[in-house]
């Protein structure tokens, strides 16, 4: 049967698809065509979207230093820990870990999604 599909186009530029039932990606996590994407921040929308925009992005810094890293959890809290210690960033508290589950599903290193394959062993040779 038939299903519709939802096509969105964030004002970052952004392309989201939202089928009826999102297939995972090779690597398990959220597939990029499938995500709702916050047209103000860029980042992946959710219920807990506004707790990290509040928290960290546009608070703070930009999102887009959240869309430019990929840490895995323990990478993204030793982060906090690092902007606590020297950004003044103040304690997180239960706020932390919906936090750190948001950028640990969204935004760590094997759920990148990229438009080329990875550069293969490259076999080098010397110019005449």
């Known amino acids: 049967m038939w299903k519709p599909l939802l096509i969105l ?5 952004g392309l989201a698809v939202l089928p009826d039932t999102p297939a995972p990606s090779a690597a398990g996590g959220p597939r990029a065509d499938t995500l709702l994407l916050n047209p103000e921040t860029g980042l992946v929308e959710n219920e807990v ?3 990290v925009k509040a928290q960290c992005a546009t608070v703070c810094h930009s999102s887009q ?3 430019n890293n990929r840490f895995t959890r323990d990478g993204w809290k030793q982060k906090i820990r690092w902007m606590q210690a020297t950004q003044n960033l ?3 508290g239960e706020t932390e870990d919906p936090i750190l589950d948001y950028l640990e599903k969204y935004y760590a290193p094997t759920t990148r999604v990229s438009r080329r394959k990875p ?3 490259i076999e ?3 110019l005449p």
């Open 9 to 13: 186009i964030s004002l970052t530029g």
């Open 49 to 51: 979207h506004y707790l």
């Open 65 to 67: 230093l959240i869309l």
């Open 90 to 92: 103040w304690d997180l």
């Open 119 to 121: 550069v293969g062993p």
């Open 124 to 126: 080098w040779y010397r």
